[in-house]
């Protein structure tokens, strides 16, 4: 149960697009369908913003998006704003009952 | 409105003991699998145990299987861990969340504000 890999951080200007990746292996990201993303600032629980890897959760605005390629998960931010500065989670199915959960990512929008 | 609310989190000494709790209101509650996950003070998430619907179904993380153990209450919409033997590195906020389906794809829509376990001497 190693936890997915995750940039510790990343940064855009307001507008710009930002990707975020979560790389795992072929017993997780690479071989399910069930990568999700959480958005968590601070002190606050984490929210669900993305699952089914590419699946946005009601209210969640189209600027994130998500896809997967291999063991390979990313989570886009498009038209980033100043509210997008928080913390990213993805987590993966990992079989037999198991979940894991990247190290997290903090977004800044600079 | 769907709301989960932990409670019972505190301090305890090293190879002591603790019960979490979870409150539930809003959703049939014994349709959906259930979840406990923590986040050590400064670090990331790490899913912990989630149990099935019925109850009939509990899994846990290799880091607590054999100390913790997760149960449900469907006839009073309530989520438990039991935590025994517990290690300074078992210090986390602890969330109680909701799964977004009847079966764990790892996906949890409804998430506790958390509560603060602290295993210190």
């Known amino acids: 149960q190693s936890a997915l890999t995750q940039p510790p951080s990343a940064s855009g200007s307001p507008g710009q697009s930002v990707t975020i990746s979560c790389t795992g292996t072929?017993?997780?990201?690479?071989?399910?369908?069930?990568v999700s993303w959480y958005q968590q600032y601070p002190g606050k629980a984490p929210k669900l913003m993305i699952y089914e890897v590419s699946k946005r959760t009601s209210g969640v605005p189209d600027r994130f998006s998500g896809s997967k390629s291999g063991n390979t998960a990313s989570l886009t931010v498009s038209g980033l704003q100043a509210e997008d500065e928080a913390d990213y989670y993805c987590s993966s199915y990992a079989g037999s009952n198991n979940l894991v959960f990247g190290g997290g990512t903090k977004l800044t929008v600079l | 409105e769907v709301q989960v609310l932990e409670s019972g989190g505190g301090l305890v000494q090293p190879g002591g003991s603790l019960r979490l709790s979870c409150a539930a209101s809003?959703?049939?509650?014994?349709?959906?699998?259930m979840n406990w996950v923590r986040q050590a003070p400064g670090k990331g998430l790490e899913w912990v145990s989630f149990?099935?619907?019925?109850?009939?179904?509990?899994y846990y993380a290799d880091s607590v299987k054999g100390r913790f153990t997760i149960s449900r209450d469907n006839s009073k919409n309530t989520l438990d861990l039991q935590m025994n033997s517990l290690r300074a590195e078992d210090t986390a906020v602890y969330y109680c969340?909701?799964?977004?389906?009847?079966?764990?794809?790892?996906?949890?829509?409804?998430w506790g504000p958390g509560t603060l376990v602290t295993v210190s001497s």
């Open positions: 149990i099935s619907g019925s109850g009939g179904g509990a």
């Open positions: 809003g959703f049939t509650f014994s349709s959906y699998v």
């Open positions: 072929s017993s997780d990201v690479g071989g399910y369908k069930y």
């Open positions: 969340a909701k799964g977004r389906l009847n079966w764990n794809d790892g996906s949890m829509d409804y």
